[in-house]
């Protein structure tokens, strides 16, 4: 018995069903989610613990067939391993345009913190390691899913040192029209801020928005992908967008506008 199969144990009822799975999620069951994984019965596992809970899934074994269904269809979600035969999953969402793909969380038996922030940085919206508890996965679903269906109802345009932000076509565009090339991740870290108008956030605050219910307290890598976001600002003529406060945490420089 796997681990994935050992979770799932307790929690099914005597009938084989999951108790009130596919009722709990009923407000997304018009959601779809991607798994691409090679080990066949861990991702059948997948299929089957989502799809209990009111999911459509679908699913790939490698790359190449992850791009295949892509190419017919989008979903809203795409969980994706990162260890796999011939391209891997880090390569394959370096590969996705930023600004028109589903959000993503990674899977994998890397469970490092330089792992986690290589693939966070590359664009993934959450990251799991491996052997993962079920109930784990479905939590982490559902808050990528709430955060980016958020992001979809939020038709708000900003305007900041010179910049447009426009969370409905989730672009940021330059005086000139010219687009500044965010990540999904640096993009919704904008987005936050801007929500925030010039308030002051702490790090926790931040992770916890930016992560759900599931950041992890004193977790680094959020300055990791501020001083990102800071360097493309800054590049696109915004060099104090993003101001610290020692002992405080983070808070937007310019005014913020809205459009």
């Known amino acids: 018995m796997t681990f994935f199969q050992a979770c799932l144990a307790p929690v099914h009822s005597a009938e084989g069903r999951l108790p009130n799975g596919p009722r709990q999620d009923r407000n997304m069951a018009d959601q779809s989610i991607l798994i691409v994984d090679d080990d066949r019965e861990l991702r059948d596992l997948i299929v089957q613990f989502l799809s209990e809970h009111g999911y459509r899934t679908a699913q790939a074994a490698d790359v190449p067939a992850m791009r295949g269904i892509l190419a017919r269809s989008k979903p809203d979600l795409i969980i994706l391993d990162l260890m796999m035969p011939g391209e891997d999953g880090l390569a394959a969402l370096r590969t996705m345009d930023p600004h028109d793909r589903p959000p993503v969380i990674m899977l994998s038996a890397m469970g490092s913190d330089v792992d986690r922030i290589v693939g966070l940085e590359m664009g993934a919206d959450d990251y799991l390691a491996k052997p993962c508890n079920p109930r784990e996965l479905l939590a982490r679903v559902r808050a990528v899913l709430r955060r980016n269906l958020g992001d979809v109802v939020q038709q708000a345009k900003y305007r900041f040192g010179g910049l447009e932000f426009d969370a409905a076509t989730r672009e ?44 992890e307290e004193f977790d680094r890598a959020i300055d990791l992908a501020i001083s990102r976001l800071r360097r493309k600002l800054g590049i696109a003529g915004v060099p104090d967008a993003i101001r610290t406060v020692r002992g405080e945490g983070y808070g937007l420089g310019p005014a913020v506008e809205r459009a």
């Open 172 to 215: 940021l565009r330059q005086p000139t029209g010219e687009l500044v090339d965010l990540t999904a991740n640096e993009f919704r870290l904008l987005e936050i801020f801007l929500l925030a108008d010039r308030r002051v956030l702490s790090r926790d605050e931040l992770s916890r928005r930016l992560k759900g219910d599931h950041y």
